[in-house]
């Protein structure tokens, strides 16, 4: 498989293979997928290539939302939404509003983002059948995905951490009803 979409020129050398590695161990057939952190739309254009029937795309970057948003105009089932995340309600928000059915979460402030899926109601979090998290390898991040672990955990989630160039958390409930 080949990327449909117009590279950003710091795209740097990422193919197909690289995303089939991190976010590969997920079924993406005929799902919704809330896309933050969604750059120009790499990740977007590969769930799709991998049968998703909707991208959400979430980008704060100005220069990276421009070109998802031409790319959206390329490939249909890329809804491209500009949003710098300040708080854990905004991605509560997202959830929402676009009922997804995978959330992944990939931020240039993961930090924040990792901190906020903690803080989000549990009520919010199990709504969503799955979750795709590449993490940070951060000393101070450690705990944090620890807590993610146990958050998911408790929520009635099935855990996987994959190491690549990061470690990847995927979580999967248990409760296959949506």
Same mark, same amino acid.
């Given at each position: 498989?080949?990327?449909?979409?117009?590279?950003?020129?710091?795209?740097?050398?990422?193919?197909?293979?690289?995303?089939?590695?991190?976010?590969?161990?997920?079924?993406?057939?005929?799902?919704?997928?809330?896309?933050?952190?969604?750059?120009?739309?790499?990740?977007?254009?590969?769930?799709?290539?991998?049968?998703?029937?909707?991208?959400?795309?979430?980008?704060?970057?100005?220069?990276?939302?421009?070109?998802?948003?031409?790319?959206?105009?390329?490939?249909?089932?890329?809804?491209?939404?500009?949003?710098?995340?300040?708080?854990?309600?905004?991605?509560?928000?997202? @959830?929402?509003?676009?009922?997804?059915?995978?959330?992944? @979460?990939?931020?240039?402030?993961?930090?924040?983002?990792?901190?906020?899926?903690?803080?989000?109601?549990?009520? @919010?979090?199990?709504?969503?059948?799955?979750? @795709?998290?590449?993490?940070?390898?951060?000393?101070?991040?450690?705990?944090?995905?620890?807590?993610?672990?146990?958050?998911?955990?408790?929520?009635?989630?099935?855990?996987?951490?994959?190491?690549?160039?990061?470690?990847?958390?995927?979580?999967?409930?248990?409760?296959?009803?949506?």
């Amino acid at each position: 498989m080949q990327f449909r979409i117009k590279q950003h020129p710091d795209a740097g050398d990422f193919s197909m293979d690289w995303f089939d590695n991190i976010y590969g161990n997920l079924n993406y057939e005929n799902k919704t997928v809330l896309d933050i952190g969604a750059d120009w739309g790499r990740t977007a254009d590969h769930f799709l290539q991998k049968g998703a029937k909707r991208v959400i795309a979430v980008e704060g970057g100005k220069e990276w939302y421009k070109l998802l948003e031409r790319n959206a105009e390329l490939i249909d089932g890329i809804t491209p939404i500009f949003l710098w995340l300040k708080n854990p309600s905004d991605i509560s928000n997202l @959830i929402k509003v676009y009922n997804p059915d995978i959330v992944k @979460i990939a931020t240039r402030g993961w930090s924040d983002c990792e901190n906020w899926l903690l803080e989000i109601p549990s009520d @919010i979090i199990t709504s969503v059948p799955q979750y @795709i998290l590449p993490t940070s390898q951060a000393h101070d991040q450690k705990r944090n995905i620890v807590n993610l672990i146990k958050m998911f955990e408790s929520l009635n989630y099935d855990v996987n951490i994959q190491m690549h160039h990061v470690p990847v958390i995927t979580a999967v409930s248990r409760i296959t009803e949506k």
